[in-house]
């Protein structure tokens, strides 16, 4: 366990960096010590803000030499509490490391920094035609590190896959300050282990992505896009079906509840999608070929009973709006009321079955409690948001949520399924990695963290104790 810094250690860094590279800003720290959750207030010692790889060695020797815990950050979009700095650990920001390399249009890669912000990345490579295709909701504030460092998901995983699939090479600083190369932008390199595997999702564990080439892919033509009511889960597994059949390329299946819908017409202000409420509502996203035939196939879902209704965007204009539906949901939960989150993953032939389990948990153990979900159901993604009742307080709220989160997970281990399918371990979902991992997994985890940060500096107290 690594102990907050002492005020000999906090002298030392003062006297070891100018202010400009650590900072001891109250704000600055408040800020950059925590991430989308709330539930650990941040205590960082300071914030560290190199501009250069060999910053971040300068800083990680410092830590070493002191035993100082050091909380990678960036753009701190996380829902799992694994950029939180709450004992007095210094947090080093790869806000200012944001560069990025000319595209390579033959090679169809790019390098960019750890701090590039993944909506640039988008913008950077979008004139030769290109895209990082890893995109969801955060894409405007997250930061490629950050989505290395989680191995994050998104909303097009069902086309595209995760994070690790768009990474050929990494720049990682190692525990001892050592700065590794690793793979650069080979395609192919057959020369034993693939130590790049290792960082990725590994949630600043076990070292600090400074940089990354990223494997890029043709922007894709005209998106088809439409959204369809249907009346239950069961249902949205049955149009899921159809959609594999699609005369199109799907790259989106998103799902949400009537719950979720209502929060995010309430929070916005948005017209309900369709005159008559349903009990689901599914966002599909397609690459057609054929416009005429890919009508003539949605028209058929209506014919079908499939969907009870159905819009199909007529321009980008609607499109967006339609998207803006889904991609509003989480704000919305949090504008309007307290969610405890959770991000599972399931085979996707055990969808209904787990909801179904999961309907009858929490109406026997928490009756009233509202369960928001959604998700994307096409890679067995599901969220799940238990909101807080207005008359419960927040503490016993929370003191609840955690005996309902063993509760949760057995289910989930007996549907074979994983706690975490987006967001990591980090701090919230620690408690519970034995729901996933065995305990011969768990000791090759801690046998990993031990050979490549022996002292225990990076990202403490994370995925595993110390």
Not at 78 to 90: I, Q, S, T
Not at 364 to 370: A, H, I, K, L, N
Request: glycine letters at 8%; hydrophobic letters at 45%.
């Amino acid at each position: 366990m690594i102990d907050p810094p002492t005020p000999d250690v906090l002298r030392a860094l003062r006297e070891a960096f100018p202010p400009d590279l650590v900072s001891f800003d109250p704000d600055l720290a408040q800020s950059h010590g925590r991430d989308w959750t709330r539930v650990h207030v941040p205590n960082p010692c300071a914030v560290a803000l190199p501009r250069t790889t060999g910053d971040v060695v300068a800083i990680v020797r410092f830590c070493a030499a002191h035993r100082l815990g050091i909380v990678p950050s960036g753009g701190r979009t996380g829902l799992a509490a694994g950029a939180v700095a709450a004992n007095g650990e210094l947090v080093l920001s790869l806000e200012r490391m944001r560069a990025m390399d000319p595209v390579d249009e033959v090679a169809q890669t790019v390098r960019v920094e750890a701090g590039a912000v993944t909506e640039a990345v988008h913008a950077h490579c979008a004139p030769h035609g290109l895209t990082w295709p890893v995109d969801f909701a955060s894409k405007g504030s997250s930061q490629v590190g950050g989505n290395i460092a989680t191995n994050a998901g998104g909303v097009k995983v069902i086309r595209y896959g995760l994070t690790r699939q768009w990474v050929l090479g990494l720049e990682v600083v190692t525990a001892a300050g050592e700065v590794l190369l690793l793979n650069g932008a080979l395609e192919k390199n057959n020369t034993g282990l693939d130590l790049r595997q290792l960082f990725i999702g590994s949630e600043g564990t076990l070292g600090i992505v400074t940089a990354a080439t990223l494997r890029l892919a043709r922007l894709p033509g005209p998106a088809e896009v439409m959204l369809c009511a249907v009346p239950d889960l069961p249902a949205v597994l049955a149009l899921f079906a159809a959609v594999r059949r699609a005369p199109a390329v799907v790259s989106a299946f998103e799902f949400f509840t009537d719950r979720a819908a209502a929060r995010v017409l309430r929070h916005r202000g948005f017209a309900p999608p369709f005159a008559e409420p349903s009990g689901c509502y599914v966002l599909i996203e397609l690459e057609a070929a054929d416009r005429d035939a890919f009508e003539r196939w949605a028209g058929e879902l209506l014919e079908g009973g499939l969907v009870t209704d159905a819009v199909l965007a007529q321009n980008s204009s609607q499109a967006a709006s339609l998207w803006r539906l889904r991609e509003s949901i989480s704000e919305s939960l949090a504008a309007t009321g307290l969610p405890h989150k959770n991000d599972v993953a399931l085979p996707i032939a055990e969808l209904a079955p787990f909801c179904a389990t999961l309907d009858a948990l929490f109406a026997e153990r928490y009756p009233g409690w509202e369960i928001v979900l959604f998700g994307h159901i096409g890679d067995g993604n599901l969220h799940i948001n238990v909101m807080k009742p207005d008359d419960l307080p927040t503490e016993a709220f929370r003191s609840r949520t955690r005996e309902a989160d063993h509760a949760l997970f057995e289910i989930v281990r007996a549907h074979r399924g994983s706690i975490s399918a987006e967001h990591g371990v980090g701090l919230l979902k620690k408690p519970y990695l034995g729901y996933s991992r065995t305990a011969p997994e768990l000791a090759l985890l801690r046998a990993v963290k031990s050979a490549l940060d022996p002292l225990g500096i990076l990202n403490p107290g994370k995925i595993l104790d110390d």
